[in-house]
C-alpha cells in the first residue's frame, strides 16, 4: 500500500524560501505521476505544481516563477522548493499519487486525478 509523508513546513517570514519534502513508501516514485496541493483554512484544495516528465511540470497561476517541483526517484521523494513567499501561500500543503499507467503524466492540477495523499505539512507566512 503506498504511504505519503510531507515533511519541512514551518514558519516563514514574507520574501522568504521553504523547501517542503514528501517521501514515498510501498512502490518505486517512478511508477507514478505526482503533485502538489495546498489547503487554507475556508478554501477548497487547490493544485499548486505537478510534474509531467523530469523537466517539465505544471503550475498554478498564483505561484508561477516562484515554486518549483522536482523528484528523486533515488530517494523516494518529491520536493517543492517555494522561492519569495507570500501571506496568501499560507496553507496546509499536501503531496498526491496517481498510477502512472499510461506511461507518461499529463501534469493534471485537479485532485480528482490523484488517489494517494499525504497527511500533509503546514506553512506559515507571516507579513
Known amino acids: 500500500q503506498l504511504r505519503l509523508v510531507e515533511s519541512g513546513g514551518t514558519s516563514v517570514e514574507s520574501g522568504g524560501s521553504l523547501e517542503i519534502s514528501c517521501e514515498v513508501f510501498?512502490?518505486?516514485?517512478?511508477?507514478?505521476?505526482m503533485g502538489w496541493f495546498r489547503q487554507a483554512p475556508g478554501k477548497e484544495r487547490e493544485g499548486v505544481a505537478a510534474l509531467i516528465r523530469e523537466n517539465r511540470a505544471r503550475f498554478s497561476e498564483s505561484v508561477e516563477g516562484r515554486f518549483t517541483i522536482s523528484q528523486s526517484n533515488a530517494k523516494g521523494s518529491l520536493y517543492l522548493r517555494m522561492n519569495d513567499l507570500k501571506p496568501e501561500d499560507t496553507a496546509m500543503y499536501f503531496c498526491a499519487a496517481a498510477e502512472n499507467i499510461r506511461g507518461s503524466c499529463s501534469g493534471s492540477l485537479r485532485q480528482y486525478d490523484y488517489y494517494d495523499w499525504g497527511q500533509g505539512t503546514q506553512v506559515t507566512v507571516s507579513s
Open positions: 510501498g512502490a518505486p516514485l517512478g511508477r507514478f505521476c
